[in-house]
């Protein structure tokens, strides 16, 4: 069904100040990025800014598109390869920042977050929670069945691993009196993070057996937890460590199956 003048007029006027919200944010990236050049000792802060700025403008792409859908009953494709477009530069600074090995060790995390140690576990916490919703809003409004569906796979687990990046094990560690400042928000990171590298390898498993077969996605999923098993271990969190190894080791017996049939079927192909 075609789209009326009308219709399309009414669609315009309602995301005039989605745009001027956008234009402004952009605005304020552009002061941030020269302020960096100018002061250089804060820009892992001026960074941060940059990233809340962008997931700004990402919802408001969203924004665009569900307003677009309520009011044309069509999505608009343009706003929602915008905010793809803005999750990836998200990321990326992000990465810049903290890091983007899942696998490094949990202690040189500290050499990461000491350029932002003003920013508390309240704050961080907050940043974290918001770009899993961001992340979890896009992938809604793309569809999960789109072209870019094994693509997301590969978008959360980074957000695992900036999630796992923004975390100071030896304070967690340190502050485990329920009654210490923060507390509660170390805490709920520390789940937050869990959780995430959980979803990650099991996403990246489910990757390999619907889809690819390649050998790489069933390794990023021992990877991932691994890294989860790592935290358990440090943590005394035993029995959540062994099921872990137990999970892990029958993993690597599948791909080395796996692996081994494909080898006899290649064998038996040039017979």
């Not at 508390?120 to 992938?139: E, W």
């Not at 789109?146 to 695992?160: G, I, T």
Request: charged share 35%; aromatic share 8%; proline share 1%.
């Amino acid at each position: 069904m075609a789209i009326t003048k009308a219709e399309k007029s009414v669609y315009n006027d309602y995301i005039k100040d989605f745009k001027i919200q956008i234009d402004a944010s952009y605005k304020r990236i552009t002061e941030l990025e020269k302020k960096k050049k100018e002061m250089p000792r804060i820009k892992g802060y001026l960074a941060v800014e940059t990233v809340i700025e962008l997931l700004k403008i990402i919802m408001l792409n969203i924004s665009m598109n569900d307003a677009s859908f309520e009011i044309l009953k069509i999505k608009n494709e343009a706003a929602l390869k915008n905010a793809r477009k803005e999750f990836f530069s998200v990321l990326q600074k992000l990465e810049e920042l903290l890091g983007d090995q899942v696998d490094r060790s949990l202690k040189e995390n500290e050499e990461y977050l000491a350029s932002i140690d003003r920013i508390s576990p309240l704050q961080m916490l907050k940043i974290i929670q918001r770009i899993n919703y961001v992340l979890s809003t896009l992938i809604d409004r793309i569809g999960e069945t789109s072209k870019w569906k094994w693509s997301f796979v590969d978008l959360q687990a980074r957000v695992a691993t900036i999630a796992k990046n923004s975390i100071n094990f030896s304070e967690v560690q340190k502050y485990r009196d329920p009654r210490t400042e923060f507390y509660r928000e170390r805490q709920q990171l520390m789940t937050l993070c869990k959780q995430s590298l959980r979803d990650a390898a099991q996403q990246y498993r489910t990757k390999y057996e619907q889809s690819t077969k390649v050998p790489g996605d069933m390794l990023k999923s021992i990877e991932f937890l691994s890294v989860l098993r790592r935290i358990h271990v440090l943590f005394g969190e035993s029995d959540e460590a062994t099921r872990l190894k137990t999970a892990i080791d029958a993993m690597r017996a599948r791909l080395e199956a796996d692996e081994k049939e494909k080898e006899k079927e290649k064998k038996s192909g040039k017979k």
